[in-house]
């Protein structure tokens, strides 16, 4: 049984250019939460979906992310455009129900790169 | 704003001998703690969890302590491994939000 997809698993890209990471939850999962892991600040959350809604992206840096579930099993994570300091690790993950008690399942992440 | 801190971005420990990982919290609403485990180049996976109405879970070599009064939790490995040679994440729930410190590195040296 497949567990969270995420990909690319590696980007580089030059500051100015539009990036999009992508994301398949485990099939069942109603929750979606995207999260990005910086040396400094860890594990933060971006943003989470509940039945493909946005709940809360109020982690959301600026206004060049952008995330959207268009339907249950994919979601997108767009950075336009990218600067130097959005290079991080992405990680997608999903869950049964939410954080409440509930555990989070992660892919593997996206490493981003943006010079 | 950190309501889930990890103070120690590193600790290295002698194999067979006990690991203590530490976090402190802000937000008294936290009704919910886990700990992850997470090795280069993969996702954290789920390591042990506690309810605020308890104050110890074991699960074989883990255990988690949970003191509300101090808003302080921590993890014990009995005994260490080289094998729990990772980052470790304390986190915390409240509502639907999973809110994660910045992880503590463990070396277990053998």
């Known amino acids: 049984d497949a567990g969270v997809i995420q990909s690319p698993r590696h980007e580089v890209t030059e500051m100015g250019q539009e990036v999009t990471l992508r994301c398949k939850p485990i099939s069942g999962h109603d929750y979606l939460f995207w999260y990005r892991q910086t040396m400094m600040r860890g594990l933060e959350l971006l943003i989470y979906f509940n039945n493909n809604v946005p709940i809360d992206d109020s982690g959301m840096p600026e206004d060049r992310f952008s995330a959207k579930m268009p339907n249950a099993s994919f979601s997108t994570l767009k950075i336009q455009p990218s600067e130097p300091r959005d290079s991080a690790v992405y990680f997608c993950?999903?869950?049964?129900?939410?954080?409440?008690?509930?555990?989070?399942?992660f892919g593997e992440g996206s490493r981003l790169t943006v010079l | 704003d950190q309501q889930v801190k990890q103070n120690s971005p590193s600790l290295s420990v002698q194999e067979g001998r006990i690991s203590i990982l530490n976090c402190d919290y802000t937000?008294?609403?936290?009704?919910?703690f886990l700990w992850y485990k997470k090795y280069p180049a993969e996702g954290p996976t789920f390591l042990i969890s506690i309810s605020s109405i308890k104050d110890k879970n074991e699960d074989g070599r883990f255990t988690v302590f949970l003191n509300k009064s101090a808003k302080h939790l921590s993890l014990h490995i009995v005994p260490s491994q080289p094998g729990d040679s990772a980052v470790y994440f304390c986190?915390?729930?409240?509502?639907?939000?999973?809110?994660f410190g910045a992880g503590t590195i463990l070396r277990v040296k053998s």
């Open positions: 993950a999903s869950s049964f129900f939410g954080g409440q008690g509930g555990e989070l399942f």
């Open positions: 986190a915390a729930i409240y509502g639907n939000k999973l809110v």
């Open positions: 937000n008294s609403m936290f009704d919910y």
